[in-house]
Nanobody, 125 residues
Framework: QLQLEESGGGSVQAGGSLRLSCAASVHTFNLYIMGWFRQAPGKEREFVATIGSSGLNTYYADSVKGRFTISRDKAKNTMSLQMNSLKPKDTAIYYC??????????????????WGQGTQVTVSS
């Protein structure tokens, strides 16, 4: 059973940066398609970014393209999300997710099998 744990959330002013990390509990993590999602108060969970099992293919939501970078470290069983030029509208709980199958890229919540507990990101103006 794959378990995921996010870290790195916090509060930052607009224009600032944060780096989120997602640690996986098993070495077979490298076989999974990984993704980041976020959920703001009163809104549905939405896609942010995804990365293939090889780490070569990445895709981003239009709202974060050019500001966020997803990456994975196979040796450490971790995935990261570097967030730059943060805006107040980026405020949300951020979740990492893993999919054991499917054809990448995967953009939908129900395409992922495992989820972390989430980490809060707050951006003030």
């Amino acid at each position: 059973q794959l378990q995921l744990e996010e870290s790195g959330g916090g509060s930052v002013q607009a224009g600032g940066s944060l780096r989120l990390s997602c640690a996986a509990s098993v070495h077979t993590f490298n076989l999974y398609i990984m993704g980041w999602f976020r959920q703001a108060p009163g809104k549905e969970r939405e896609f942010v970014a995804t990365i293939g099992s090889s780490g070569l293919n990445t895709y981003y939501a239009d709202s974060v393209k050019g500001r966020f970078t997803i990456s994975r470290d196979k040796a450490k069983n971790t995935m990261s999300l570097q967030m730059n030029s943060l805006k107040p509208k980026d405020t949300a709980i951020y979740y990492c997710a893993a999919s054991a199958g499917g054809d990448p890229p995967l953009f939908e919540v129900d395409e992922y099998d495992y989820w972390g507990q989430g980490t809060q990101v707050t951006v003030s103006s």
